[in-house]
């Protein structure tokens, strides 16, 4: 049988290196007081203490919707943050959405300098903010980190830890409460996450990067046609959330061990961390 052609790659620069997305031009005029205001509201909150903030996900990348897209933002700080940082941060979050209808909700990711530019993190998190993050405040950690391409060691350090989420995704569905709305934010971030990885699975294969989650289901599903409808379904999800159980329960008892299963063949595990983070809170988006 042949298999449908993948999407034409894309998303790198002449030399073959994942191009930055999104930029500060590219932030629609109807979201740019929403920018402006978190990025006063973090120099106040932290002062001294901030190395450096940024966007990312649809609003830098120009493809956010009124009423419809978060904000989301990447905080460096110049030490490791407390608790009362991350108090501080949510409640910064939940202030900003409060005040401007154009955004629904913010997603803060919260980290020290240090860990950014650690060694384990270099092919996670310093990949996340040196290609999908848009500075907008302090000196840029992308100067300190390598280019990257979409190889395997890429693909394995960023999603390579599926098999360790899953039974976490169990355990928090199964504590969520039994409504269309308390499970809409969980199918929508499980989607994301599952999209995602299909297409960080096959992106070595692909040699090309792109964030739309449509785009990313059409190039796993390319490679993988037995999978293809889940995938695209996932990618709606992703922007359009059902409550549905079902939807849920097929995530962590099918497709989901398919990945996991799947990526530990052909890339290997992602190795541990130190103290390693948990699974991210289903509002906000997750680096990877």
Known sequence: MRLPEPPAPHGLDAQGFIAREGSL???????????????????????????????????????????????????????????????????????????????????????????????????????????????????????????????????????GDLGRLLPRWRRRIAAAEDTEDARRPLVRFLSRHLVRTGFTLVMPRWQGWTSDLREMAAVCGAYHPERAGQLRTAAEYGYEPVGDPAVLASYVDDLGPWLAAEYARVHGVKAPRPGDRPAPAPGPASPA
């Open 25 to 159: 031009a590219r932030v629609a005029p109807v979201f740019r007081p929403v920018v402006a205001a978190a990025r006063d509201r973090l120099t106040g909150l932290f002062g001294a203490r901030l190395h450096s903030a940024y966007l990312y996900g649809s609003i830098p990348r120009g493809t956010a919707r009124v009423g419809r897209s978060d904000l989301d933002l990447l905080v460096a700080l110049g030490e490791e943050p407390q608790d009362a940082d991350r108090e501080a941060v949510r409640a910064l979050g939940a202030a900003l959405d409060g005040e401007f209808a154009q955004i629904d909700g913010v997603g803060t990711l919260l980290y020290g300098r240090a860990r950014l530019l650690s060694e384990p993190e270099t092919y996670d998190l310093g990949w996340f903010v040196a290609c999908l993050c848009t500075p907008l405040l302090g000196d840029d950690l992308a100067a300190h980190l390598p280019r990257y391409r979409p190889d395997s060691l890429l693909a394995r350090e960023t999603n």
